[in-house]
């Protein structure tokens, strides 16, 4: 059953293979094809081009020496990128005899993560492949585990919970004020759709660095879903919240992105709760679910600008969505390695309901070596 399920989930990893050279390109697709989805090119120019169509990668092998845009020209734009996860790529250069060492110390200066020599064998090229994906999947997950979103920079799901979590036992200590808010980029799919994916991360990028503007500096931003963002608001009333989201949105919807003669408006909506009167002594959780339903109710809504703040009636309101087997899907993907499919809020799920069998596990193989 597991393994039928990992079948059916498991992605081929991609690879873009640049080389001027047919010969070692056809080599090189031979190779890794079985294992890796592999796109060519024969010239850092139409590499890069690919790179600006947003097409995504997990590794890229590049020749220095190639005619219109070489090795390290392709290298250097590819550092440069605003797309934090392309810039830090790991791209392996394809040396040849003719390489000098300088040209490889410079390319290596430029970022070069790792070289090849031509000609390579089935198991060099295959092996360096697996090298530098698996070191890959391990920044993600340890950018996950430091609690950073790595498009944005923003707090994730998991930092968002543990400051969260944290800032409410002091809030009901001491009788402070602590509001909520989730915000949403409503319809984002259609305009990932419109402009493409690279351009669809810069707005989030954009609006990552409005809201960092906007808020202060003691409020916790985080991206928590692919166009959905967390606030938490220390010592915050109900008023205070609502002028703070009023004045995000207003910054937030006045953007507007062109495409050839489309302009693309966006539309961020809002739910609201705090510690309340309604909500004295609930737990965290369920505060940052009175916010999703009360953002659910506002992307309902028919307002082009919209928030709600929550109430009993929303409760009521808001349908009940059956609840798909996250916990499962989740634990697949990270099986097979596949990192970024497993959302901030799904990867704490899964260690929550792993926890148990973990501190199971530790006593009963104490009691096995006692034994």
Do not use: C
């Given at each position: 059953m597991v393994t039928s399920m990992l079948k059916s989930t498991k992605q081929k990893p991609r690879i873009l293979f640049v080389d001027d050279s047919k010969t070692v390109r056809k080599s090189g697709l031979k190779i890794?094809?079985?294992?890796?989805?592999?796109?060519?090119?024969?010239?850092?120019?139409e590499?890069?081009?690919?790179?600006?169509?947003?097409?995504?990668?997990?590794?890229?092998?590049?020749?220095?020496?190639?005619?219109?845009?070489?090795?390290?020209?392709?290298?250097?734009?590819?550092?440069s990128m605003d797309d934090h996860r392309t810039a830090q790529l790991p791209v392996i250069m394809i040396t040849g005899h003719s390489d000098s060492h300088a040209a490889m110390r410079a390319v290596f200066?430029?970022?070069?993560?790792?070289?090849?020599?031509?000609?390579?064998?089935?198991?060099?090229?295959?092996?360096?492949?697996?090298?530098?994906?698996?070191?890959?999947?391990?920044?993600?997950?340890?950018?996950?585990?430091?609690?950073?979103?790595?498009?944005?920079?923003?707090?994730?799901?998991?930092?968002?919970?543990?400051?969260?979590k944290k800032t409410l036992s002091i809030s009901m200590r001491h009788k402070l004020d602590l509001s909520i808010a989730y915000l949403e980029l409503n319809s984002f799919d259609q305009v990932k759709e419109t402009l493409g994916r690279k351009a669809a991360d810069k707005i989030l990028t954009t609006v990552a660095d409005k809201l960092r503007t906007v808020l202060r500096n003691e409020e916790v931003i985080a991206k928590i879903d692919k166009a959905k963002f967390a606030v938490l608001m220390p010592m915050t009333n109900r008023i205070n919240a609502q002028i703070a989201v009023s004045r995000v949105q207003n910054m937030v919807n006045a953007m507007v992105f062109n495409k050839g003669d489309t302009k693309i408006h966006l539309n961020l909506v809002a739910g609201l709760t705090g510690t309340g009167l309604n909500n004295r002594g609930l737990s965290f959780d369920m505060l940052c679910?009175?916010?999703?339903?009360?953002?659910?109710?506002?992307?309902?809504?028919?307002?082009?600008?919209?928030?709600?703040?929550?109430?009993?009636?929303?409760?009521?309101?808001?349908?009940?969505v059956p609840k798909e087997d996250v916990f499962?899907?989740?634990?697949?993907?990270?099986?097979?390695?596949?990192?970024?499919?497993?959302?901030?809020?799904?990867?704490?799920?899964?260690?929550?309901?792993?926890?148990?069998?973990?501190?199971?596990a530790a006593v009963k193989g104490a009691k096995v070596q006692r034994g």
């Open positions: 890794l094809s079985n294992d890796y989805a592999v796109s060519e090119a024969s010239n850092g120019k590499a890069w081009q690919i790179l600006q169509n947003g097409d995504s990668f997990d590794v890229i092998f590049a020749d220095i020496q190639m005619p219109e845009m070489n090795g390290l020209q392709f290298l250097q734009k590819i550092r200066e430029m970022g070069a993560t790792g070289f090849i020599s031509k000609p390579f064998s089935d198991i060099d090229l295959i092996s360096t492949a697996h090298s530098y994906l698996d070191l890959t999947r391990k920044m993600e997950l340890l950018e996950k585990l430091k609690g950073i979103d790595r498009l944005t920079g923003l707090s994730n799901y998991n930092n968002f919970e543990e400051h969260g679910m009175r916010a999703n339903d009360a953002l659910k109710q506002a992307i309902n809504s028919n307002d082009a600008q919209v928030f709600n703040y929550y109430d009993d009636r929303i409760q009521e309101a808001v349908k009940e499962s899907d989740a634990l697949v993907h990270i099986i097979d390695g596949n990192f970024s499919k497993v959302s901030d809020k799904d990867l704490s799920s899964v260690i929550d309901q792993l926890e148990p069998f973990m501190e199971y």
